[in-house]
């Protein structure tokens, strides 16, 4: 949305650009609303089901947390650590999201005992590096974890001396996740 912004000011003195421009926006919208769409679908949870997913304030995590709020799902959201934090938990838990937690809050505890009260059955991975780890660590046993778009880290990695970081794939197959790339 900001470079649609800075382009504005060219817009309104040109009504086709301006006009170009909106539809770009708003087909875009719709784009991303179908695909959504198609992945909730895919996952069928029923309602007070449990969905975690990353990347909560980007375009699609929005639409992730609006469709999910429609369908009485309840989410569990990852955000990027960044300063302005509060504001956006704000902003994402007035669009309905449940719970909206920065990326830091999913290497304690706190983020283990949360995952096991609301034990989410489905992931949905919009981003790279280790907020995909946080959302498979975060699926159950036997869970569904949706890649949408995005490639998988090639490792998991623990917090600790004690655990060793081990491959994706060694990863999905001890805890029985069901891995779709969309």
Known sequence: MLHLRRISPIGCRNPIVWDGIRAFSSTEQSSIKKSVTSVLDYLSLKPG???????????VGKVV???????????????????????????LKALGGDIVVPESYTKTWYMKRLVNELTPTAGINLGEGYQATAVGKAVVDGGTFVSFGKKLPSHVVYDGAD?????????????KLKVVNM
């Open 49 to 59: 089901g449990t969905l975690v997913h990353n990347c909560g304030d980007s375009d």
């Open 65 to 91: 947390i609006q469709l999910a709020k429609e369908r009485k799902l309840q989410t569990i959201s990852i955000i990027e650590d960044k300063p302005g934090n509060p504001e956006t938990i704000e902003e």
């Open 163 to 175: 655990r060793k970081s081990i491959g994706w794939d060694e990863f999905a197959k001890a805890k």
